[in-house]
């Protein structure tokens, strides 16, 4: 079952003094995020939760957290094993691998249970064989599982997104009356660096505060 990739902030940390941690601002993390800066981005929603995995090899599905020693909690695994029977899979994959990415939160996983009382499960990203779905057809694959899906919160410049987040500026989480975590990012066309990686940013309210 193949983790899911590491996604950069922004910019790069100052490594030591009295800013120690905190973003340097006018240092990118990745040439790339400097180049695209002006150009147009869509925005998701960040949750507050853990990572959850859920593969299917063709014949039978796994689950999985952010790796493979992640220890999930029961109540959640107990929730995504009747939320998504492979019956489900079989109809909207067949015999070919996929892996749906997204995010358990709730009571007992996010403190204090601010986004509901129970617990929950929000896509945002499939892989398809080595093939990252574009949005639309992760949406469609929502709609066949059943599962709630990640917001669409905003497609504007990156330049932009981190002024909205830097000021606070987000709307209420699309669960509860919560802020969200912040936003995750990437290109309106989906593109990837020479090392193949994809390009994807992460935007946190704390990051600023």
């Known amino acids: 079952m193949k983790e899911y990739h590491k996604i950069y902030s922004p910019f790069v940390r100052h490594t030591d003094g009295p800013l120690k941690n905190k973003f340097d601002q006018d240092a990118w ?3 790339e995020f400097e180049y695209l800066c002006d150009k147009p981005w869509m925005f998701t929603e960040k949750i507050n939760g853990t990572n959850i995995r859920i593969h299917w090899d063709g014949h039978k599905a796994a689950l999985g957290g952010r790796t493979d020693n992640a220890q999930l909690p029961a109540k959640l695994v107990e929730m995504l094993n009747d939320s998504f029977p492979e019956e489900l899979f079989e109809q ?13 939160f709730g009571a007992g996983i996010q403190k204090g249970g601010v986004y509901r009382q129970d617990q929950g499960f929000a896509l945002f990203d499939v892989r398809v064989g080595d093939w990252w779905l574009k949005r639309e057809d992760v949406e ?27 000021c606070g500026a987000l709307p209420s989480s699309a669960w509860g009356n919560a ?3 912040g936003v995750v990012g990437t290109p309106v066309v989906p593109l990837f660096n020479r090392a193949g990686e994809r390009i994807i940013v992460k935007i946190k309210y704390k990051d600023f505060t």
């Open 29 to 31: 993390a990745k040439p």
């Open 92 to 104: 909207a994959f067949g015999e070919s691998e996929a892996t749906l990415y997204g995010e358990g």
């Open 140 to 166: 469609d694959v929502a709609s066949k599982l059943g599962a709630e899906i990640v917001p669409v919160v905003a497609q504007v410049t990156l330049n932009h997104m981190i002024h909205v987040v830097r």
């Open 179 to 181: 802020k969200p975590e």
